[in-house]
């Protein structure tokens, strides 16, 4: 190659909120970095990132209720306090960010919104006391409040209450550590921020196309400009796939041995989203019911209040989709593209261990919109189908990855696969998603740049930035009261 081909020391793929938090946090941690960032987009946060393509719940396992399964015969919370602490941890970097003029007026991007978990039934009621003894018992979950009376309920939550049959009973758990978080205004405000003031700008209406091993051993990383139709090579030390459901097929160009057997299991959302202001403004707070049985966790049905550009909204969902679109902006050809001889047997063996999916995804597609209505009244009761309409959310792509009894499995979680020799890494799957972004960023870190995360500088800005990080804050409760004090009075949330 040419001594003329662009280098730098960090390229990211996509302008989403994975690797507008990992350039923050790289530029934050060592400011001589160059660091380059490639968008196929004409704007940031175009996909899943974009408060329309998701449900903005700041994920904290306050109301979800797949985070506290029953096992043998006890409520198992390990899942939800390690979600906790995740988003303890972007909320703590979110606001530092705002105290230091790199994130804009917290109300932009987040605000508090009672978290509100709700179930029917004597079994769902039973398993709701439980896990409220459970969760309450612990110091980050303190505050939480449980009722099974329809009169509290009701002041909690009235379009979930009014019209109710009396048909046995109800019970709810209520925080008011919840939030809601437009993370596509995170996104944004993050690359201004690199923009202003460390000079790095994004490259909008780049595509990345090819990412081979340079004679170096870093990465030649082809780019093609999509407005003038050029093709250009640049060179990077390290690559970060940010790229969301395009990481998939960038990380199989790579060749990287580790990529091998990962494939993808794309599930699009569709929301309802009320358009009559009288019923927004009677409800304020984020409802999760129980998922139906054979629904991915995803599928969870809730009522959500929303802030999108400073105006209140309310949306129910998500009802699941399937297409073979890998991004929202993407190809029908995605999918099957994706399959390829080192991941065949995994792709073949996700799919035949997961018929029930299959068929609750071809259920949820054929839906009509009266049927869509119909599952939004077991949450509203008197929901009239004038006052809602449909609109497409995001595009998430499930993780497959080999597994020895089944060939293959499908997860729900994200995984970062990186190369062994840490050059490049790529981020899959898309749950808990945007709300522990910074954790994934800092797991990315420590598994890249091993050394530099050891050192003194790096340690005492991370120390700076992120107090609670490498600290166990369920161990330590009052430092973590302490530091949820912090974050809450600069991001401008309810006390906690
Ligand atoms: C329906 C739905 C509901 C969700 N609800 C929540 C929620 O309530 N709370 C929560 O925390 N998370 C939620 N999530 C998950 C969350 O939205 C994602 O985890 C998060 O936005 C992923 O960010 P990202 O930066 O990895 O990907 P993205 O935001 O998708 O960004 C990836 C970017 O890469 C670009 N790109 C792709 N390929 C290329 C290429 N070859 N070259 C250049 N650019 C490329 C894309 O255009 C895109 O802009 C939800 C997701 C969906 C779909």
Known sequence: MSDEVPQCDVLLVGAGIMSATVATLLRELDPTLRVELFERLDRPAGESSHARHNAGTGHAALCELNYTPEKNGTIDI?????????????????????ENGALPAPET????????????????????RRRHEALGAHPLFSGMEHSEDLAVLRGWMPLVIEGRRDDGPVAA?????????DFGAITCGMLAHLERAHRVMPYFSHEVRDVARADD?????????????????????????????GALDLLH????????????????????VCKNPDVVARHAAKVYAKAKVGAPPM????????????????LFGPFAGFSTKFLKEGSYLDLPTSLRLDNLLEMIGAGL??????????DEVTQSFASRIEALRELVPDARAEDWELEVAGQRVQVIKHDDD???????????????????????????????????ALDLLLDCFPERMESAAWKSKLEEMIPGYARSLSNEPTLARALRETSHRRLRLDPP
């Open 217 to 245: 051993g870093g990465w030649e990383v082809e780019v093609r400009d999509l407005s003038l139709d050029l093709d250009r090579t640049f060179r990077a030390k390290f690559v970060f796939l940010g790229a969301g459901g």
């Open 173 to 181: 758990t209520r925080s008011h550590l919840g939030t809601d978080v």
């Open 253 to 272: 160009e790579s060749e990287i041995e580790e990529a091998r057997g990962y494939g993808g299991f794309p599930v699009s959302g569709l929301w309802l």
């Open 406 to 440: 089944d060939w293959g499995r499908l997860e729900f979680g994200t995984e970062i696969v990186s190369a062994k020799d840490n050059s490049l890494a790529a981020l899959l799957g898309a749950s808990p998603g945007a709300s522990t972004s910074v954790s994934v």
């Open 109 to 128: 991007f987040i605000r508090s919104v009672p978290h509100l978990s709700f179930v029917t039934g004597e079994d769902d009621a039973r398993f709701l």
């Open 78 to 98: 390990t899942k939800a306090v390690q979600v906790m602490e995740r988003f303890e941890i972007s909320k703590q970097l979110w606001g530092w960010l705002v």
């Open 353 to 362: 261990h997961n018929l029930p999916l299959t068929r609750y995804l071809l």
């Open 299 to 314: 599928s969870v049905p809730h009522l959500d209040t929303r802030f999108i550009d400073g105006r209140r909204e309310l």
